[in-house]
């Protein structure tokens, strides 16, 4: 293989390579979003639940009273 085809090549792995890396960059920071997402997500839906047993409880305690 010759020097300029070789240059030529690692140009282009190079520009791969980079491509690459911001790919993957890109994916991470929309990953972390996400998972950030589904945290308070799953904070949301932790609340409603408690809120959601308590207001069963008192209607239990109600329910039994009578």
């Keep these: 293989m010759c020097f300029q085809c070789k240059h030529v090549f690692s140009l282009k792995i190079e520009k791969s390579l980079h491509e690459m890396r911001a790919e993957c960059a890109e994916t991470k920071v929309a990953a972390e979003v996400n998972l950030v997402d589904a945290r308070t997500m ?18 239990e305690s109600i329910f039994q009273r009578s």
């Design 42 to 59: 799953m904070d949301d839906a932790i609340k409603k639940m408690t809120e959601a047993n308590s207001k069963m409880q008192a209607a």
